[in-house]
């Protein structure tokens, strides 16, 4: 399990554009924060500064105690899960769930058995051999959550993953979220718009307003 913390962290763009502004949280090992508010409030700009994606213009954050700040991001070992599921289109399920282990030199016995099992979890190991165009967005979902399962990462970032899933998908899907959140333990931070998504997901809450921390609880 691992720990999330943020201090005072700003992100201005073209020198004028505050897009987040002091903002400061921490994620215990096992938590799920989820960032809430309207479009623009800075949810976005906040996951990527985390993943290492945009570098904070002021502030730091850390992950467990050291400081990330300069750190690249395929050295991070942060997963971030986004609303187009993030799958390369030409490559079947099997193969991009194991592709950073095989961008790592894993053995492929071991890539193969970390695939298996994860699509055993997910119920998806039927679907190995398939490519993406050739899955509902419901399968996709859970694909693109079993590729950042297998990598194993220390924090898992979600970019409303679901907006794209009709709204009966949606409620299948986010129940399903929570409970491997749960049973991996894994320490991740949620981006939604949506309050009841907000609600079932989170164990801790906070709620963003023009790149501003208006309420965390």
Known sequence: MHKLRLEKVSRIFNGDVVAVSDVSFD??????????????????????????????????????????????????????????????????????????????????????????????????????????????????????LGKVMVAEPKIFLFDEPLSNLDRKLRISARQQIKELLKRLNATAVYVTHDQTEAEVLADKICVLDAGTVMRID
């Open 27 to 144: 994620v215990s090992p096992g938590q799920t924060l989820v960032l809430t508010g309207p479009s623009g409030a800075g949810k976005t700009t906040i996951l990527r500064m985390i993943a290492g994606l945009d570098k904070p213009t002021s502030g730091s954050i850390f992950l467990d105690d050291q400081r990330i700040n300069d750190v690249e991001p395929r050295h991070r070992n942060i997963a971030m899960v986004f609303q187009n599921f993030s799958l390369y289109p030409h490559m079947n399920i099997q193969d991009n769930m194991g592709f950073a282990l095989k961008m790592r030199k894993t053995p492929k016995q071991v890539i193969r058995d970390k695939v298996a099992n994860i699509a055993k979890e997910l119920e998806i190991e039927n679907l190995l051999k398939r490519k993406p165009c050739q899955l509902s967005g419901g399968q996709r979902q859970r694909a693109a």
